[in-house]
């Protein structure tokens, strides 16, 4: 039988395992970690996220756990003042033809977790660190030679590196080194929504903008608990995951914020801080029959909410690709690479801009303001239509042109690293913005 190793069992791993066995492949997961396990906190699902977990036959169960949210309500953090929102009722499910949820990422998993442990074809193995990979080499075994260290050797027919950011197996499929600090840190906490007052509570992803920083935060657990996520621009000369911080010295980050702002930020305890970090996109992410997928291939800043829907979008695409015999496998996934890279680049483009939106200062968060408040639902149905409305994933390569980007009016974007850089090779991010009004 067919087999194929997915190096990491993290969202983008489990989704793999579950889109890749449906066309009857053995799959073994290596994962790591003591277990299978991802910690907690909230994690927004757009349509298209939604859209992939439904290929996948896991709609109806995330369904059952997301908390639907009712707007996309954008604040001006310092005034206080309400910008814009947009609306996620009906309208938008009908256009989209899905609902923009958010769930417990610590839920969601178990959901994928579950799915795995009920398929015959899915093997989960943990304390199985993969740290390289060689080629078959000859004709009668073209496969791949899975390295697990201590002399440990898998053989498969293709190897997926969904292994996230710091992945084994992109070191030597890419080998573009240590991602970069993006100098950026965010903090995390839950609250029990018993604890928020009742006038602080709605059913929306809320954003506050401020010089340097913003503010975002949103009902998850059947609304259940509150999830802040605050984040600033403070240079951290190093990066860490996972750090504990004192509820003070997250509140003194964000002293500027107006009042309601702050009150939120005073419930949050149990603070802990990540740095964060991307990659520059770049456009080969496959070595014959090894390839790379979510983090590991396009590691991106949070702040469009969509690596985790992109790792799925993937998963989605490589396993309908690799329903073919194995000797095909090296040119799917050629193919898979080449159908991803300019979504997933732009995506990537758009979580980089986003810095720009939200951490304007002064005249420039005036003119953010006044773009904003003039946009109608309709034009912010628009401007997320590409991202929120792909059902295919794969969108033909040339499809940017007619585009723009709503950063745009702030002028053009200083460096945030080698994206903006003409002499970058391989890179895809500075030449990329927003297609115009996909449907
Ligand atoms: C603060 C924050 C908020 C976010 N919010 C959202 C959101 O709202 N919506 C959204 O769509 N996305 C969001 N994301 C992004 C999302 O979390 C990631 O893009 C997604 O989890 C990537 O999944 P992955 O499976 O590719 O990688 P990971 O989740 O990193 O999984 C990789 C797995 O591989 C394992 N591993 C690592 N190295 C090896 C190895 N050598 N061998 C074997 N196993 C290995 C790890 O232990 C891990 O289990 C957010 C990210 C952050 C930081």
């Known amino acids: ?41 909230g994690i927004q699902l757009a349509p298209n996220g939604m859209h992939a977990l439904d290929r996948l036959g896991l709609a109806g169960t995330v369904g059952r756990i997301a908390v639907p949210v009712e707007e996309l309500r954008f604040m001006d953090g310092v005034t206080g003042d309400h910008v814009v929102s947009m609306p996620l009722g009906e309208e938008y499910r009908r256009r989209f033809r899905n609902a923009y949820v958010v769930v417990h990422r610590g839920e969601l998993y178990r959901t994928l977790l579950r799915a795995c442990q009920d398929s015959d074809l899915i093997e989960l193995r943990a304390s199985c660190p993969v740290v390289g990979y060689e080629h078959g080499g000859d ?92 984040s600033v621009e403070n240079r951290p000369s190093e990066t860490f995951s996972g750090l504990p911080v004192p509820a003070a010295d997250v509140r003194a980050q964000f002293a500027v914020l107006c009042d309601t702002a702050r ?13 964060l970090v991307d990659r520059e996109p770049v456009r080969e992410w496959t070595d014959g029959r090894v390839a790379l997928l979510g983090d590991a291939a396009h590691p991106m800043l949070h702040y469009a909410a969509q690596g985790a829907c992109m790792a799925l979008e993937d998963a989605v695409v490589i396993g309908e690709l690799l329903n073919c015999p194995p000797r095909q496998f090296g040119a799917r996934l050629r193919q898979y690479n080449a159908s991803r890279r300019e979504r997933t680049a732009r ?42 409305g792909a059902r295919d994933f794969a969108p033909p390569s040339g499809s940017a042109e007619g585009t723009y980007t709503l950063a745009g009016y702030l002028g053009p974007a200083d460096s945030g690293g080698a994206a903006d850089d003409p002499a970058a090779p391989h890179t895809l991010g500075g030449s990329l913005e927003l297609p115009e009004q996909q449907r």
């Open 1 to 41: 039988m067919t087999t194929v190793v997915v190096a990491g069992g993290g969202i983008g791993g489990l989704a793999t395992a579950l889109s890749v066995s449906a066309h009857g492949h053995r799959v073994v997961v290596c994962e790591r970690g003591e277990e299978f396990a991802e910690l907690g906190a």
């Open 139 to 230: 004709e009668d075994a073209p496969g791949v030679r899975v390295l697990l260290g201590q002399g440990r050797v898998l053989t498969a027919d293709a190897l997926v590196g969904a292994d996230g950011l710091h992945s084994a197996v992109r070191a030597k499929v890419v080998g573009d080194g240590a991602p970069r600090n993006a100098g950026i840190t965010v903090y995390r906490s839950i609250v029990p929504m018993e604890r928020v007052p009742e006038d602080l509570r709605h059913r929306s992803v809320s954003w506050w903008t401020g010089p340097g920083r913003h503010f975002v935060h949103y009902p998850i657990a059947g609304g259940r608990y509150l999830n802040l996520a605050p």
């Open 263 to 275: 009150r939120l930020l005073a419930l949050g305890t149990d603070w802990k801080a990540w740095v």
């Open 347 to 388: 995506v990537h483009r758009l979580a980089r801009d986003s810095i720009r939106l939200w951490h304007a200062r002064d005249a420039d968060a005036r003119a953010r303001n006044e773009t904003l408040a003039a946009m109608s639902a309709t034009d912010l149905y628009d401007y997320v239509a590409w991202l929120h």
